[in-house]
Every structure is written in C-alpha cells, then in structure tokens.
C-alpha cells in the first residue's frame, strides 16, 4: 500500500496534526455531478435509488469504485426501463470523477497550507479517478489515500487505521473533516481522532463544526491548540 505525496512548502509544516478530508461530498460537489447525469439519462427519481445502492455496496467489502459505479447505474437504470451501455457507463463514471469543488474549497486549502497544516485526503474511490478529480489543485494536499490503497471503504474502521498506518500518525494526531456523520466522523471519532463536521446543507449535527472551509481554519486552531 502507497499514498502519493506531493510538493508541499519549502518551509515545515508548523503544525504536528494532520486534516484528513473526506473528498466527494465534502470538497467536490458529487452530488449535483451524479444528479444531473442521472436526471439526463435515467430519471430525477433514479438519484436516491443511486444513492441507497452505493451504500449498501460499500458496506458490503473492497471492490474497485468503478465496479460500484458502474453497478449502482446499471441497477438504477434497470428499475427504470433504460437500458445502459459501455459507453454510457464510462461516461458516468468520468462525471463523478470530474466532480467540481465547492466555491470554499480551494481557498480553504490555500489557507490551511498558509497556516502551516499538513493535509490528507482519504476517499472512498480509485487512484485513477482521484487523480481527475484533483487535478490541477493536488499540490495544494500533502497526502492523497484511496479505498484501493487501504482495500477498505469508510466506513469500515480498516480504512482509517490503514491510512493512520500509512501517514505514520496515531488517530489521536489526526483531525478528520467530512460532511458525513455516519461515514467519517463517527468511525473516525471511536478511534481516538478529533472530528469537524464541515456543514454542506445536509441536515446532520455535531459537536464541532464549521459552516465553510474558510471558517473551519479558525476551528482547527482551536482544537490544535
């Protein structure tokens, strides 16, 4: 298993945590990229049929993320009488990858570099697809671990122990920022990490949290202190 760095500051990073940031849905909005290709191709009422299907097959072991991709739309699509290609297949899966940032997010990384914060991101997908989806701002992250470097999709704690394994770091040096309660914080927080629910209108609730990644800045030094 391997994580791929990239450049980081000439100078050390001044802070001894590393941010694990949960990627699709917490700095790419892959639901507006998975909702429009669905609404296009299959129907609006296929989105929360494609949803229910990516969790209970993350839930279910390691497949590469593709496989679930291509899965979830071929049995969305099915319910709904379409009738789905290669091609169409390939297509979906380069969207979600191609995901665009939130308006805060790369302000927000430009911030936490200035700051002096070591970064991670921890996804549940493929190495070939993060590297889409990241391009052109992969040097604004430290680390970069994927569900196929650990072989684990969170919410399974594996995931995070393995990527801790691999950042040399015990959960306790980790501070882990996700949208999502029941998939990142909440795993994340049993082991030992402190965790900031960074607020993307999804209704959840947690003790730490930040509206935006410009305000979450101000949160992780408070709780780096």
């Given at each position: ?19 694990v ?24 009422s ?57 308006p ?66 015990t959960?306790e ?33 947690w ?19």
């Amino acid at each position: 298993m391997g994580a791929a760095r990239c450049a980081v500051c000439e100078e050390e990073p001044k802070k001894s945590v590393v941010v694990v940031f949960d990627l699709y849905g917490t700095l790419v909005d892959w639901k507006h990229a998975i909702s429009s290709f669905l609404e296009f191709y299959v129907s609006s009422s296929a989105v929360g049929e494609f949803f229910e299907c990516d969790i209970e097959k993350v839930k279910s072991g390691y497949k590469p993320y593709k496989q679930v991709l291509g899965e979830c739309l071929a049995e969305v699509a099915a319910k709904h009488n379409v009738v789905v290609s290669d091609e169409l297949v390939e297509a979906f899966v380069l969207s979600v990858a191609k995901s665009p940032p939130f308006p805060d997010t790369i302000y927000g990384l430009k911030l936490l570099k200035k700051a002096g914060y070591k970064t991670c991101i921890l996804s549940n997908t493929d190495r070939d697809l993060i590297d889409v989806t990241l391009s052109g701002v992969k040097g604004l992250v430290d680390y970069v671990i994927t569900a196929e470097d650990v072989k684990a999709y969170k919410p399974n704690p594996q995931a995070f122990e393995r990527a801790y394994k691999i950042l040399s770091i015990t959960p306790e040096e980790a501070i882990h920022v996700s949208a999502y309660i029941e998939y990142d914080l909440l795993p994340a927080s049993r082991l030992g990490a402190k965790t900031v629910l960074l607020d993307r209108g999804l209704g959840y609730d947690w003790p730490i949290k930040a509206k935006n990644m410009v305000e979450l800045v101000n949160v992780l030094e408070a709780l780096a202190e």
